[in-house]
């Protein structure tokens, strides 16, 4: 046996030996999502735990699309790496658009409902609020959207933990906030929804809701075991909505909105057939113009499906209008 063989089966040993290590931040919500593969880990005959990993955008202030791209990844996946943790389990809509080779998202588990939620004051509706209405996001793709809806609100700067974020509402400083319904159903909060925001207002960030369980691509026995956690419907719908953003070189603190969800129909002879029914969407940051496009197809071409819909809204203009507005360079990197 090379020497270099015989370390990999010594490391593979003292993996069995050990509990795997789950990269994390340290947030609330964070810990438990990956709490959720932790705990599936473990009812598959794995030991494991919790490793706390700090991130840049766990520690830096300000709007996270000033930051830069990969805030609350970045350090996860170091740690990845370095060998520190086995795993990393993100926020799928976190993660940047590329994908780094030494590391593979072996698993994509069922994905949580994808939609914004209102948080609001005396339980109102979107439309109940009236203008002038204090509502709190600093996602552009929210603001463009609100904006877009013409309903007059003053959107506010939004940052800070699930709790931090409803404590603005709750001492009056704000009159909503818009938020992801996952994390709050992830923790219990879903009592506070006082809407949850339908595409046809409010078109999702691409693979909200969803997490991405990433370990590195040359660990193949890790592959292995976390495969059983992924989810197929799910990982089809974010692999089309994320080759959208990717195609639209936008980034994911862009306004550009997507949701992608497998439904089944039956066809001539009565057989159950599955679709990809993907809809998505790039705004200006002012709300003054959206464009919008959609495609049905089969799940296995989710990726086509995904470039398809932003080559259409390229079509419309979708480069331009980022480019007016700042969202993206005038100037595209040549190809390799």
Partial sequence: MSTEAASVSRDDVAR???PLRIGTRGSVLATTQAGTVRDALIAAGRPAELVIITTKGDVTPGPVQRIGVGVFTAELREALLAGEVDVAVHSYKDLPTFQDPRLVIAAVPEREDPRDALVARDGLVLGELPPGSKV???APRRRAQLAALGLGLQIEPL???IDTRIGKVDSGELDAIVIARAGLSRIGRLDRVTESLEPVQ???APSQGALAVECRSD???????LAGLDHAPSRAAVVAERSLLAELEAGCTAPVGAIAEVVESLDDD???????SVRGCAAALDGSDVLRASAVGAPETAEELGRRIARELLDLGA?????????V???RPADD
């Fill in 16 to 18: 069995q030996d050990r």
């Fill in 136 to 138: 709190g996001t600093s």
């Fill in 159 to 161: 940052r800070g933990n």
């Fill in 202 to 204: 409010m078109l999702p």
């Fill in 219 to 225: 660990d193949p026995e890790m592959i292995e075991l």
């Fill in 270 to 276: 009565g057989r159950v057939i599955e679709e990809l």
């Fill in 319 to 327: 480069r331009e209008l980022m480019v007016e507005h700042g969202i």
């Fill in 329 to 331: 360079p005038e100037t």
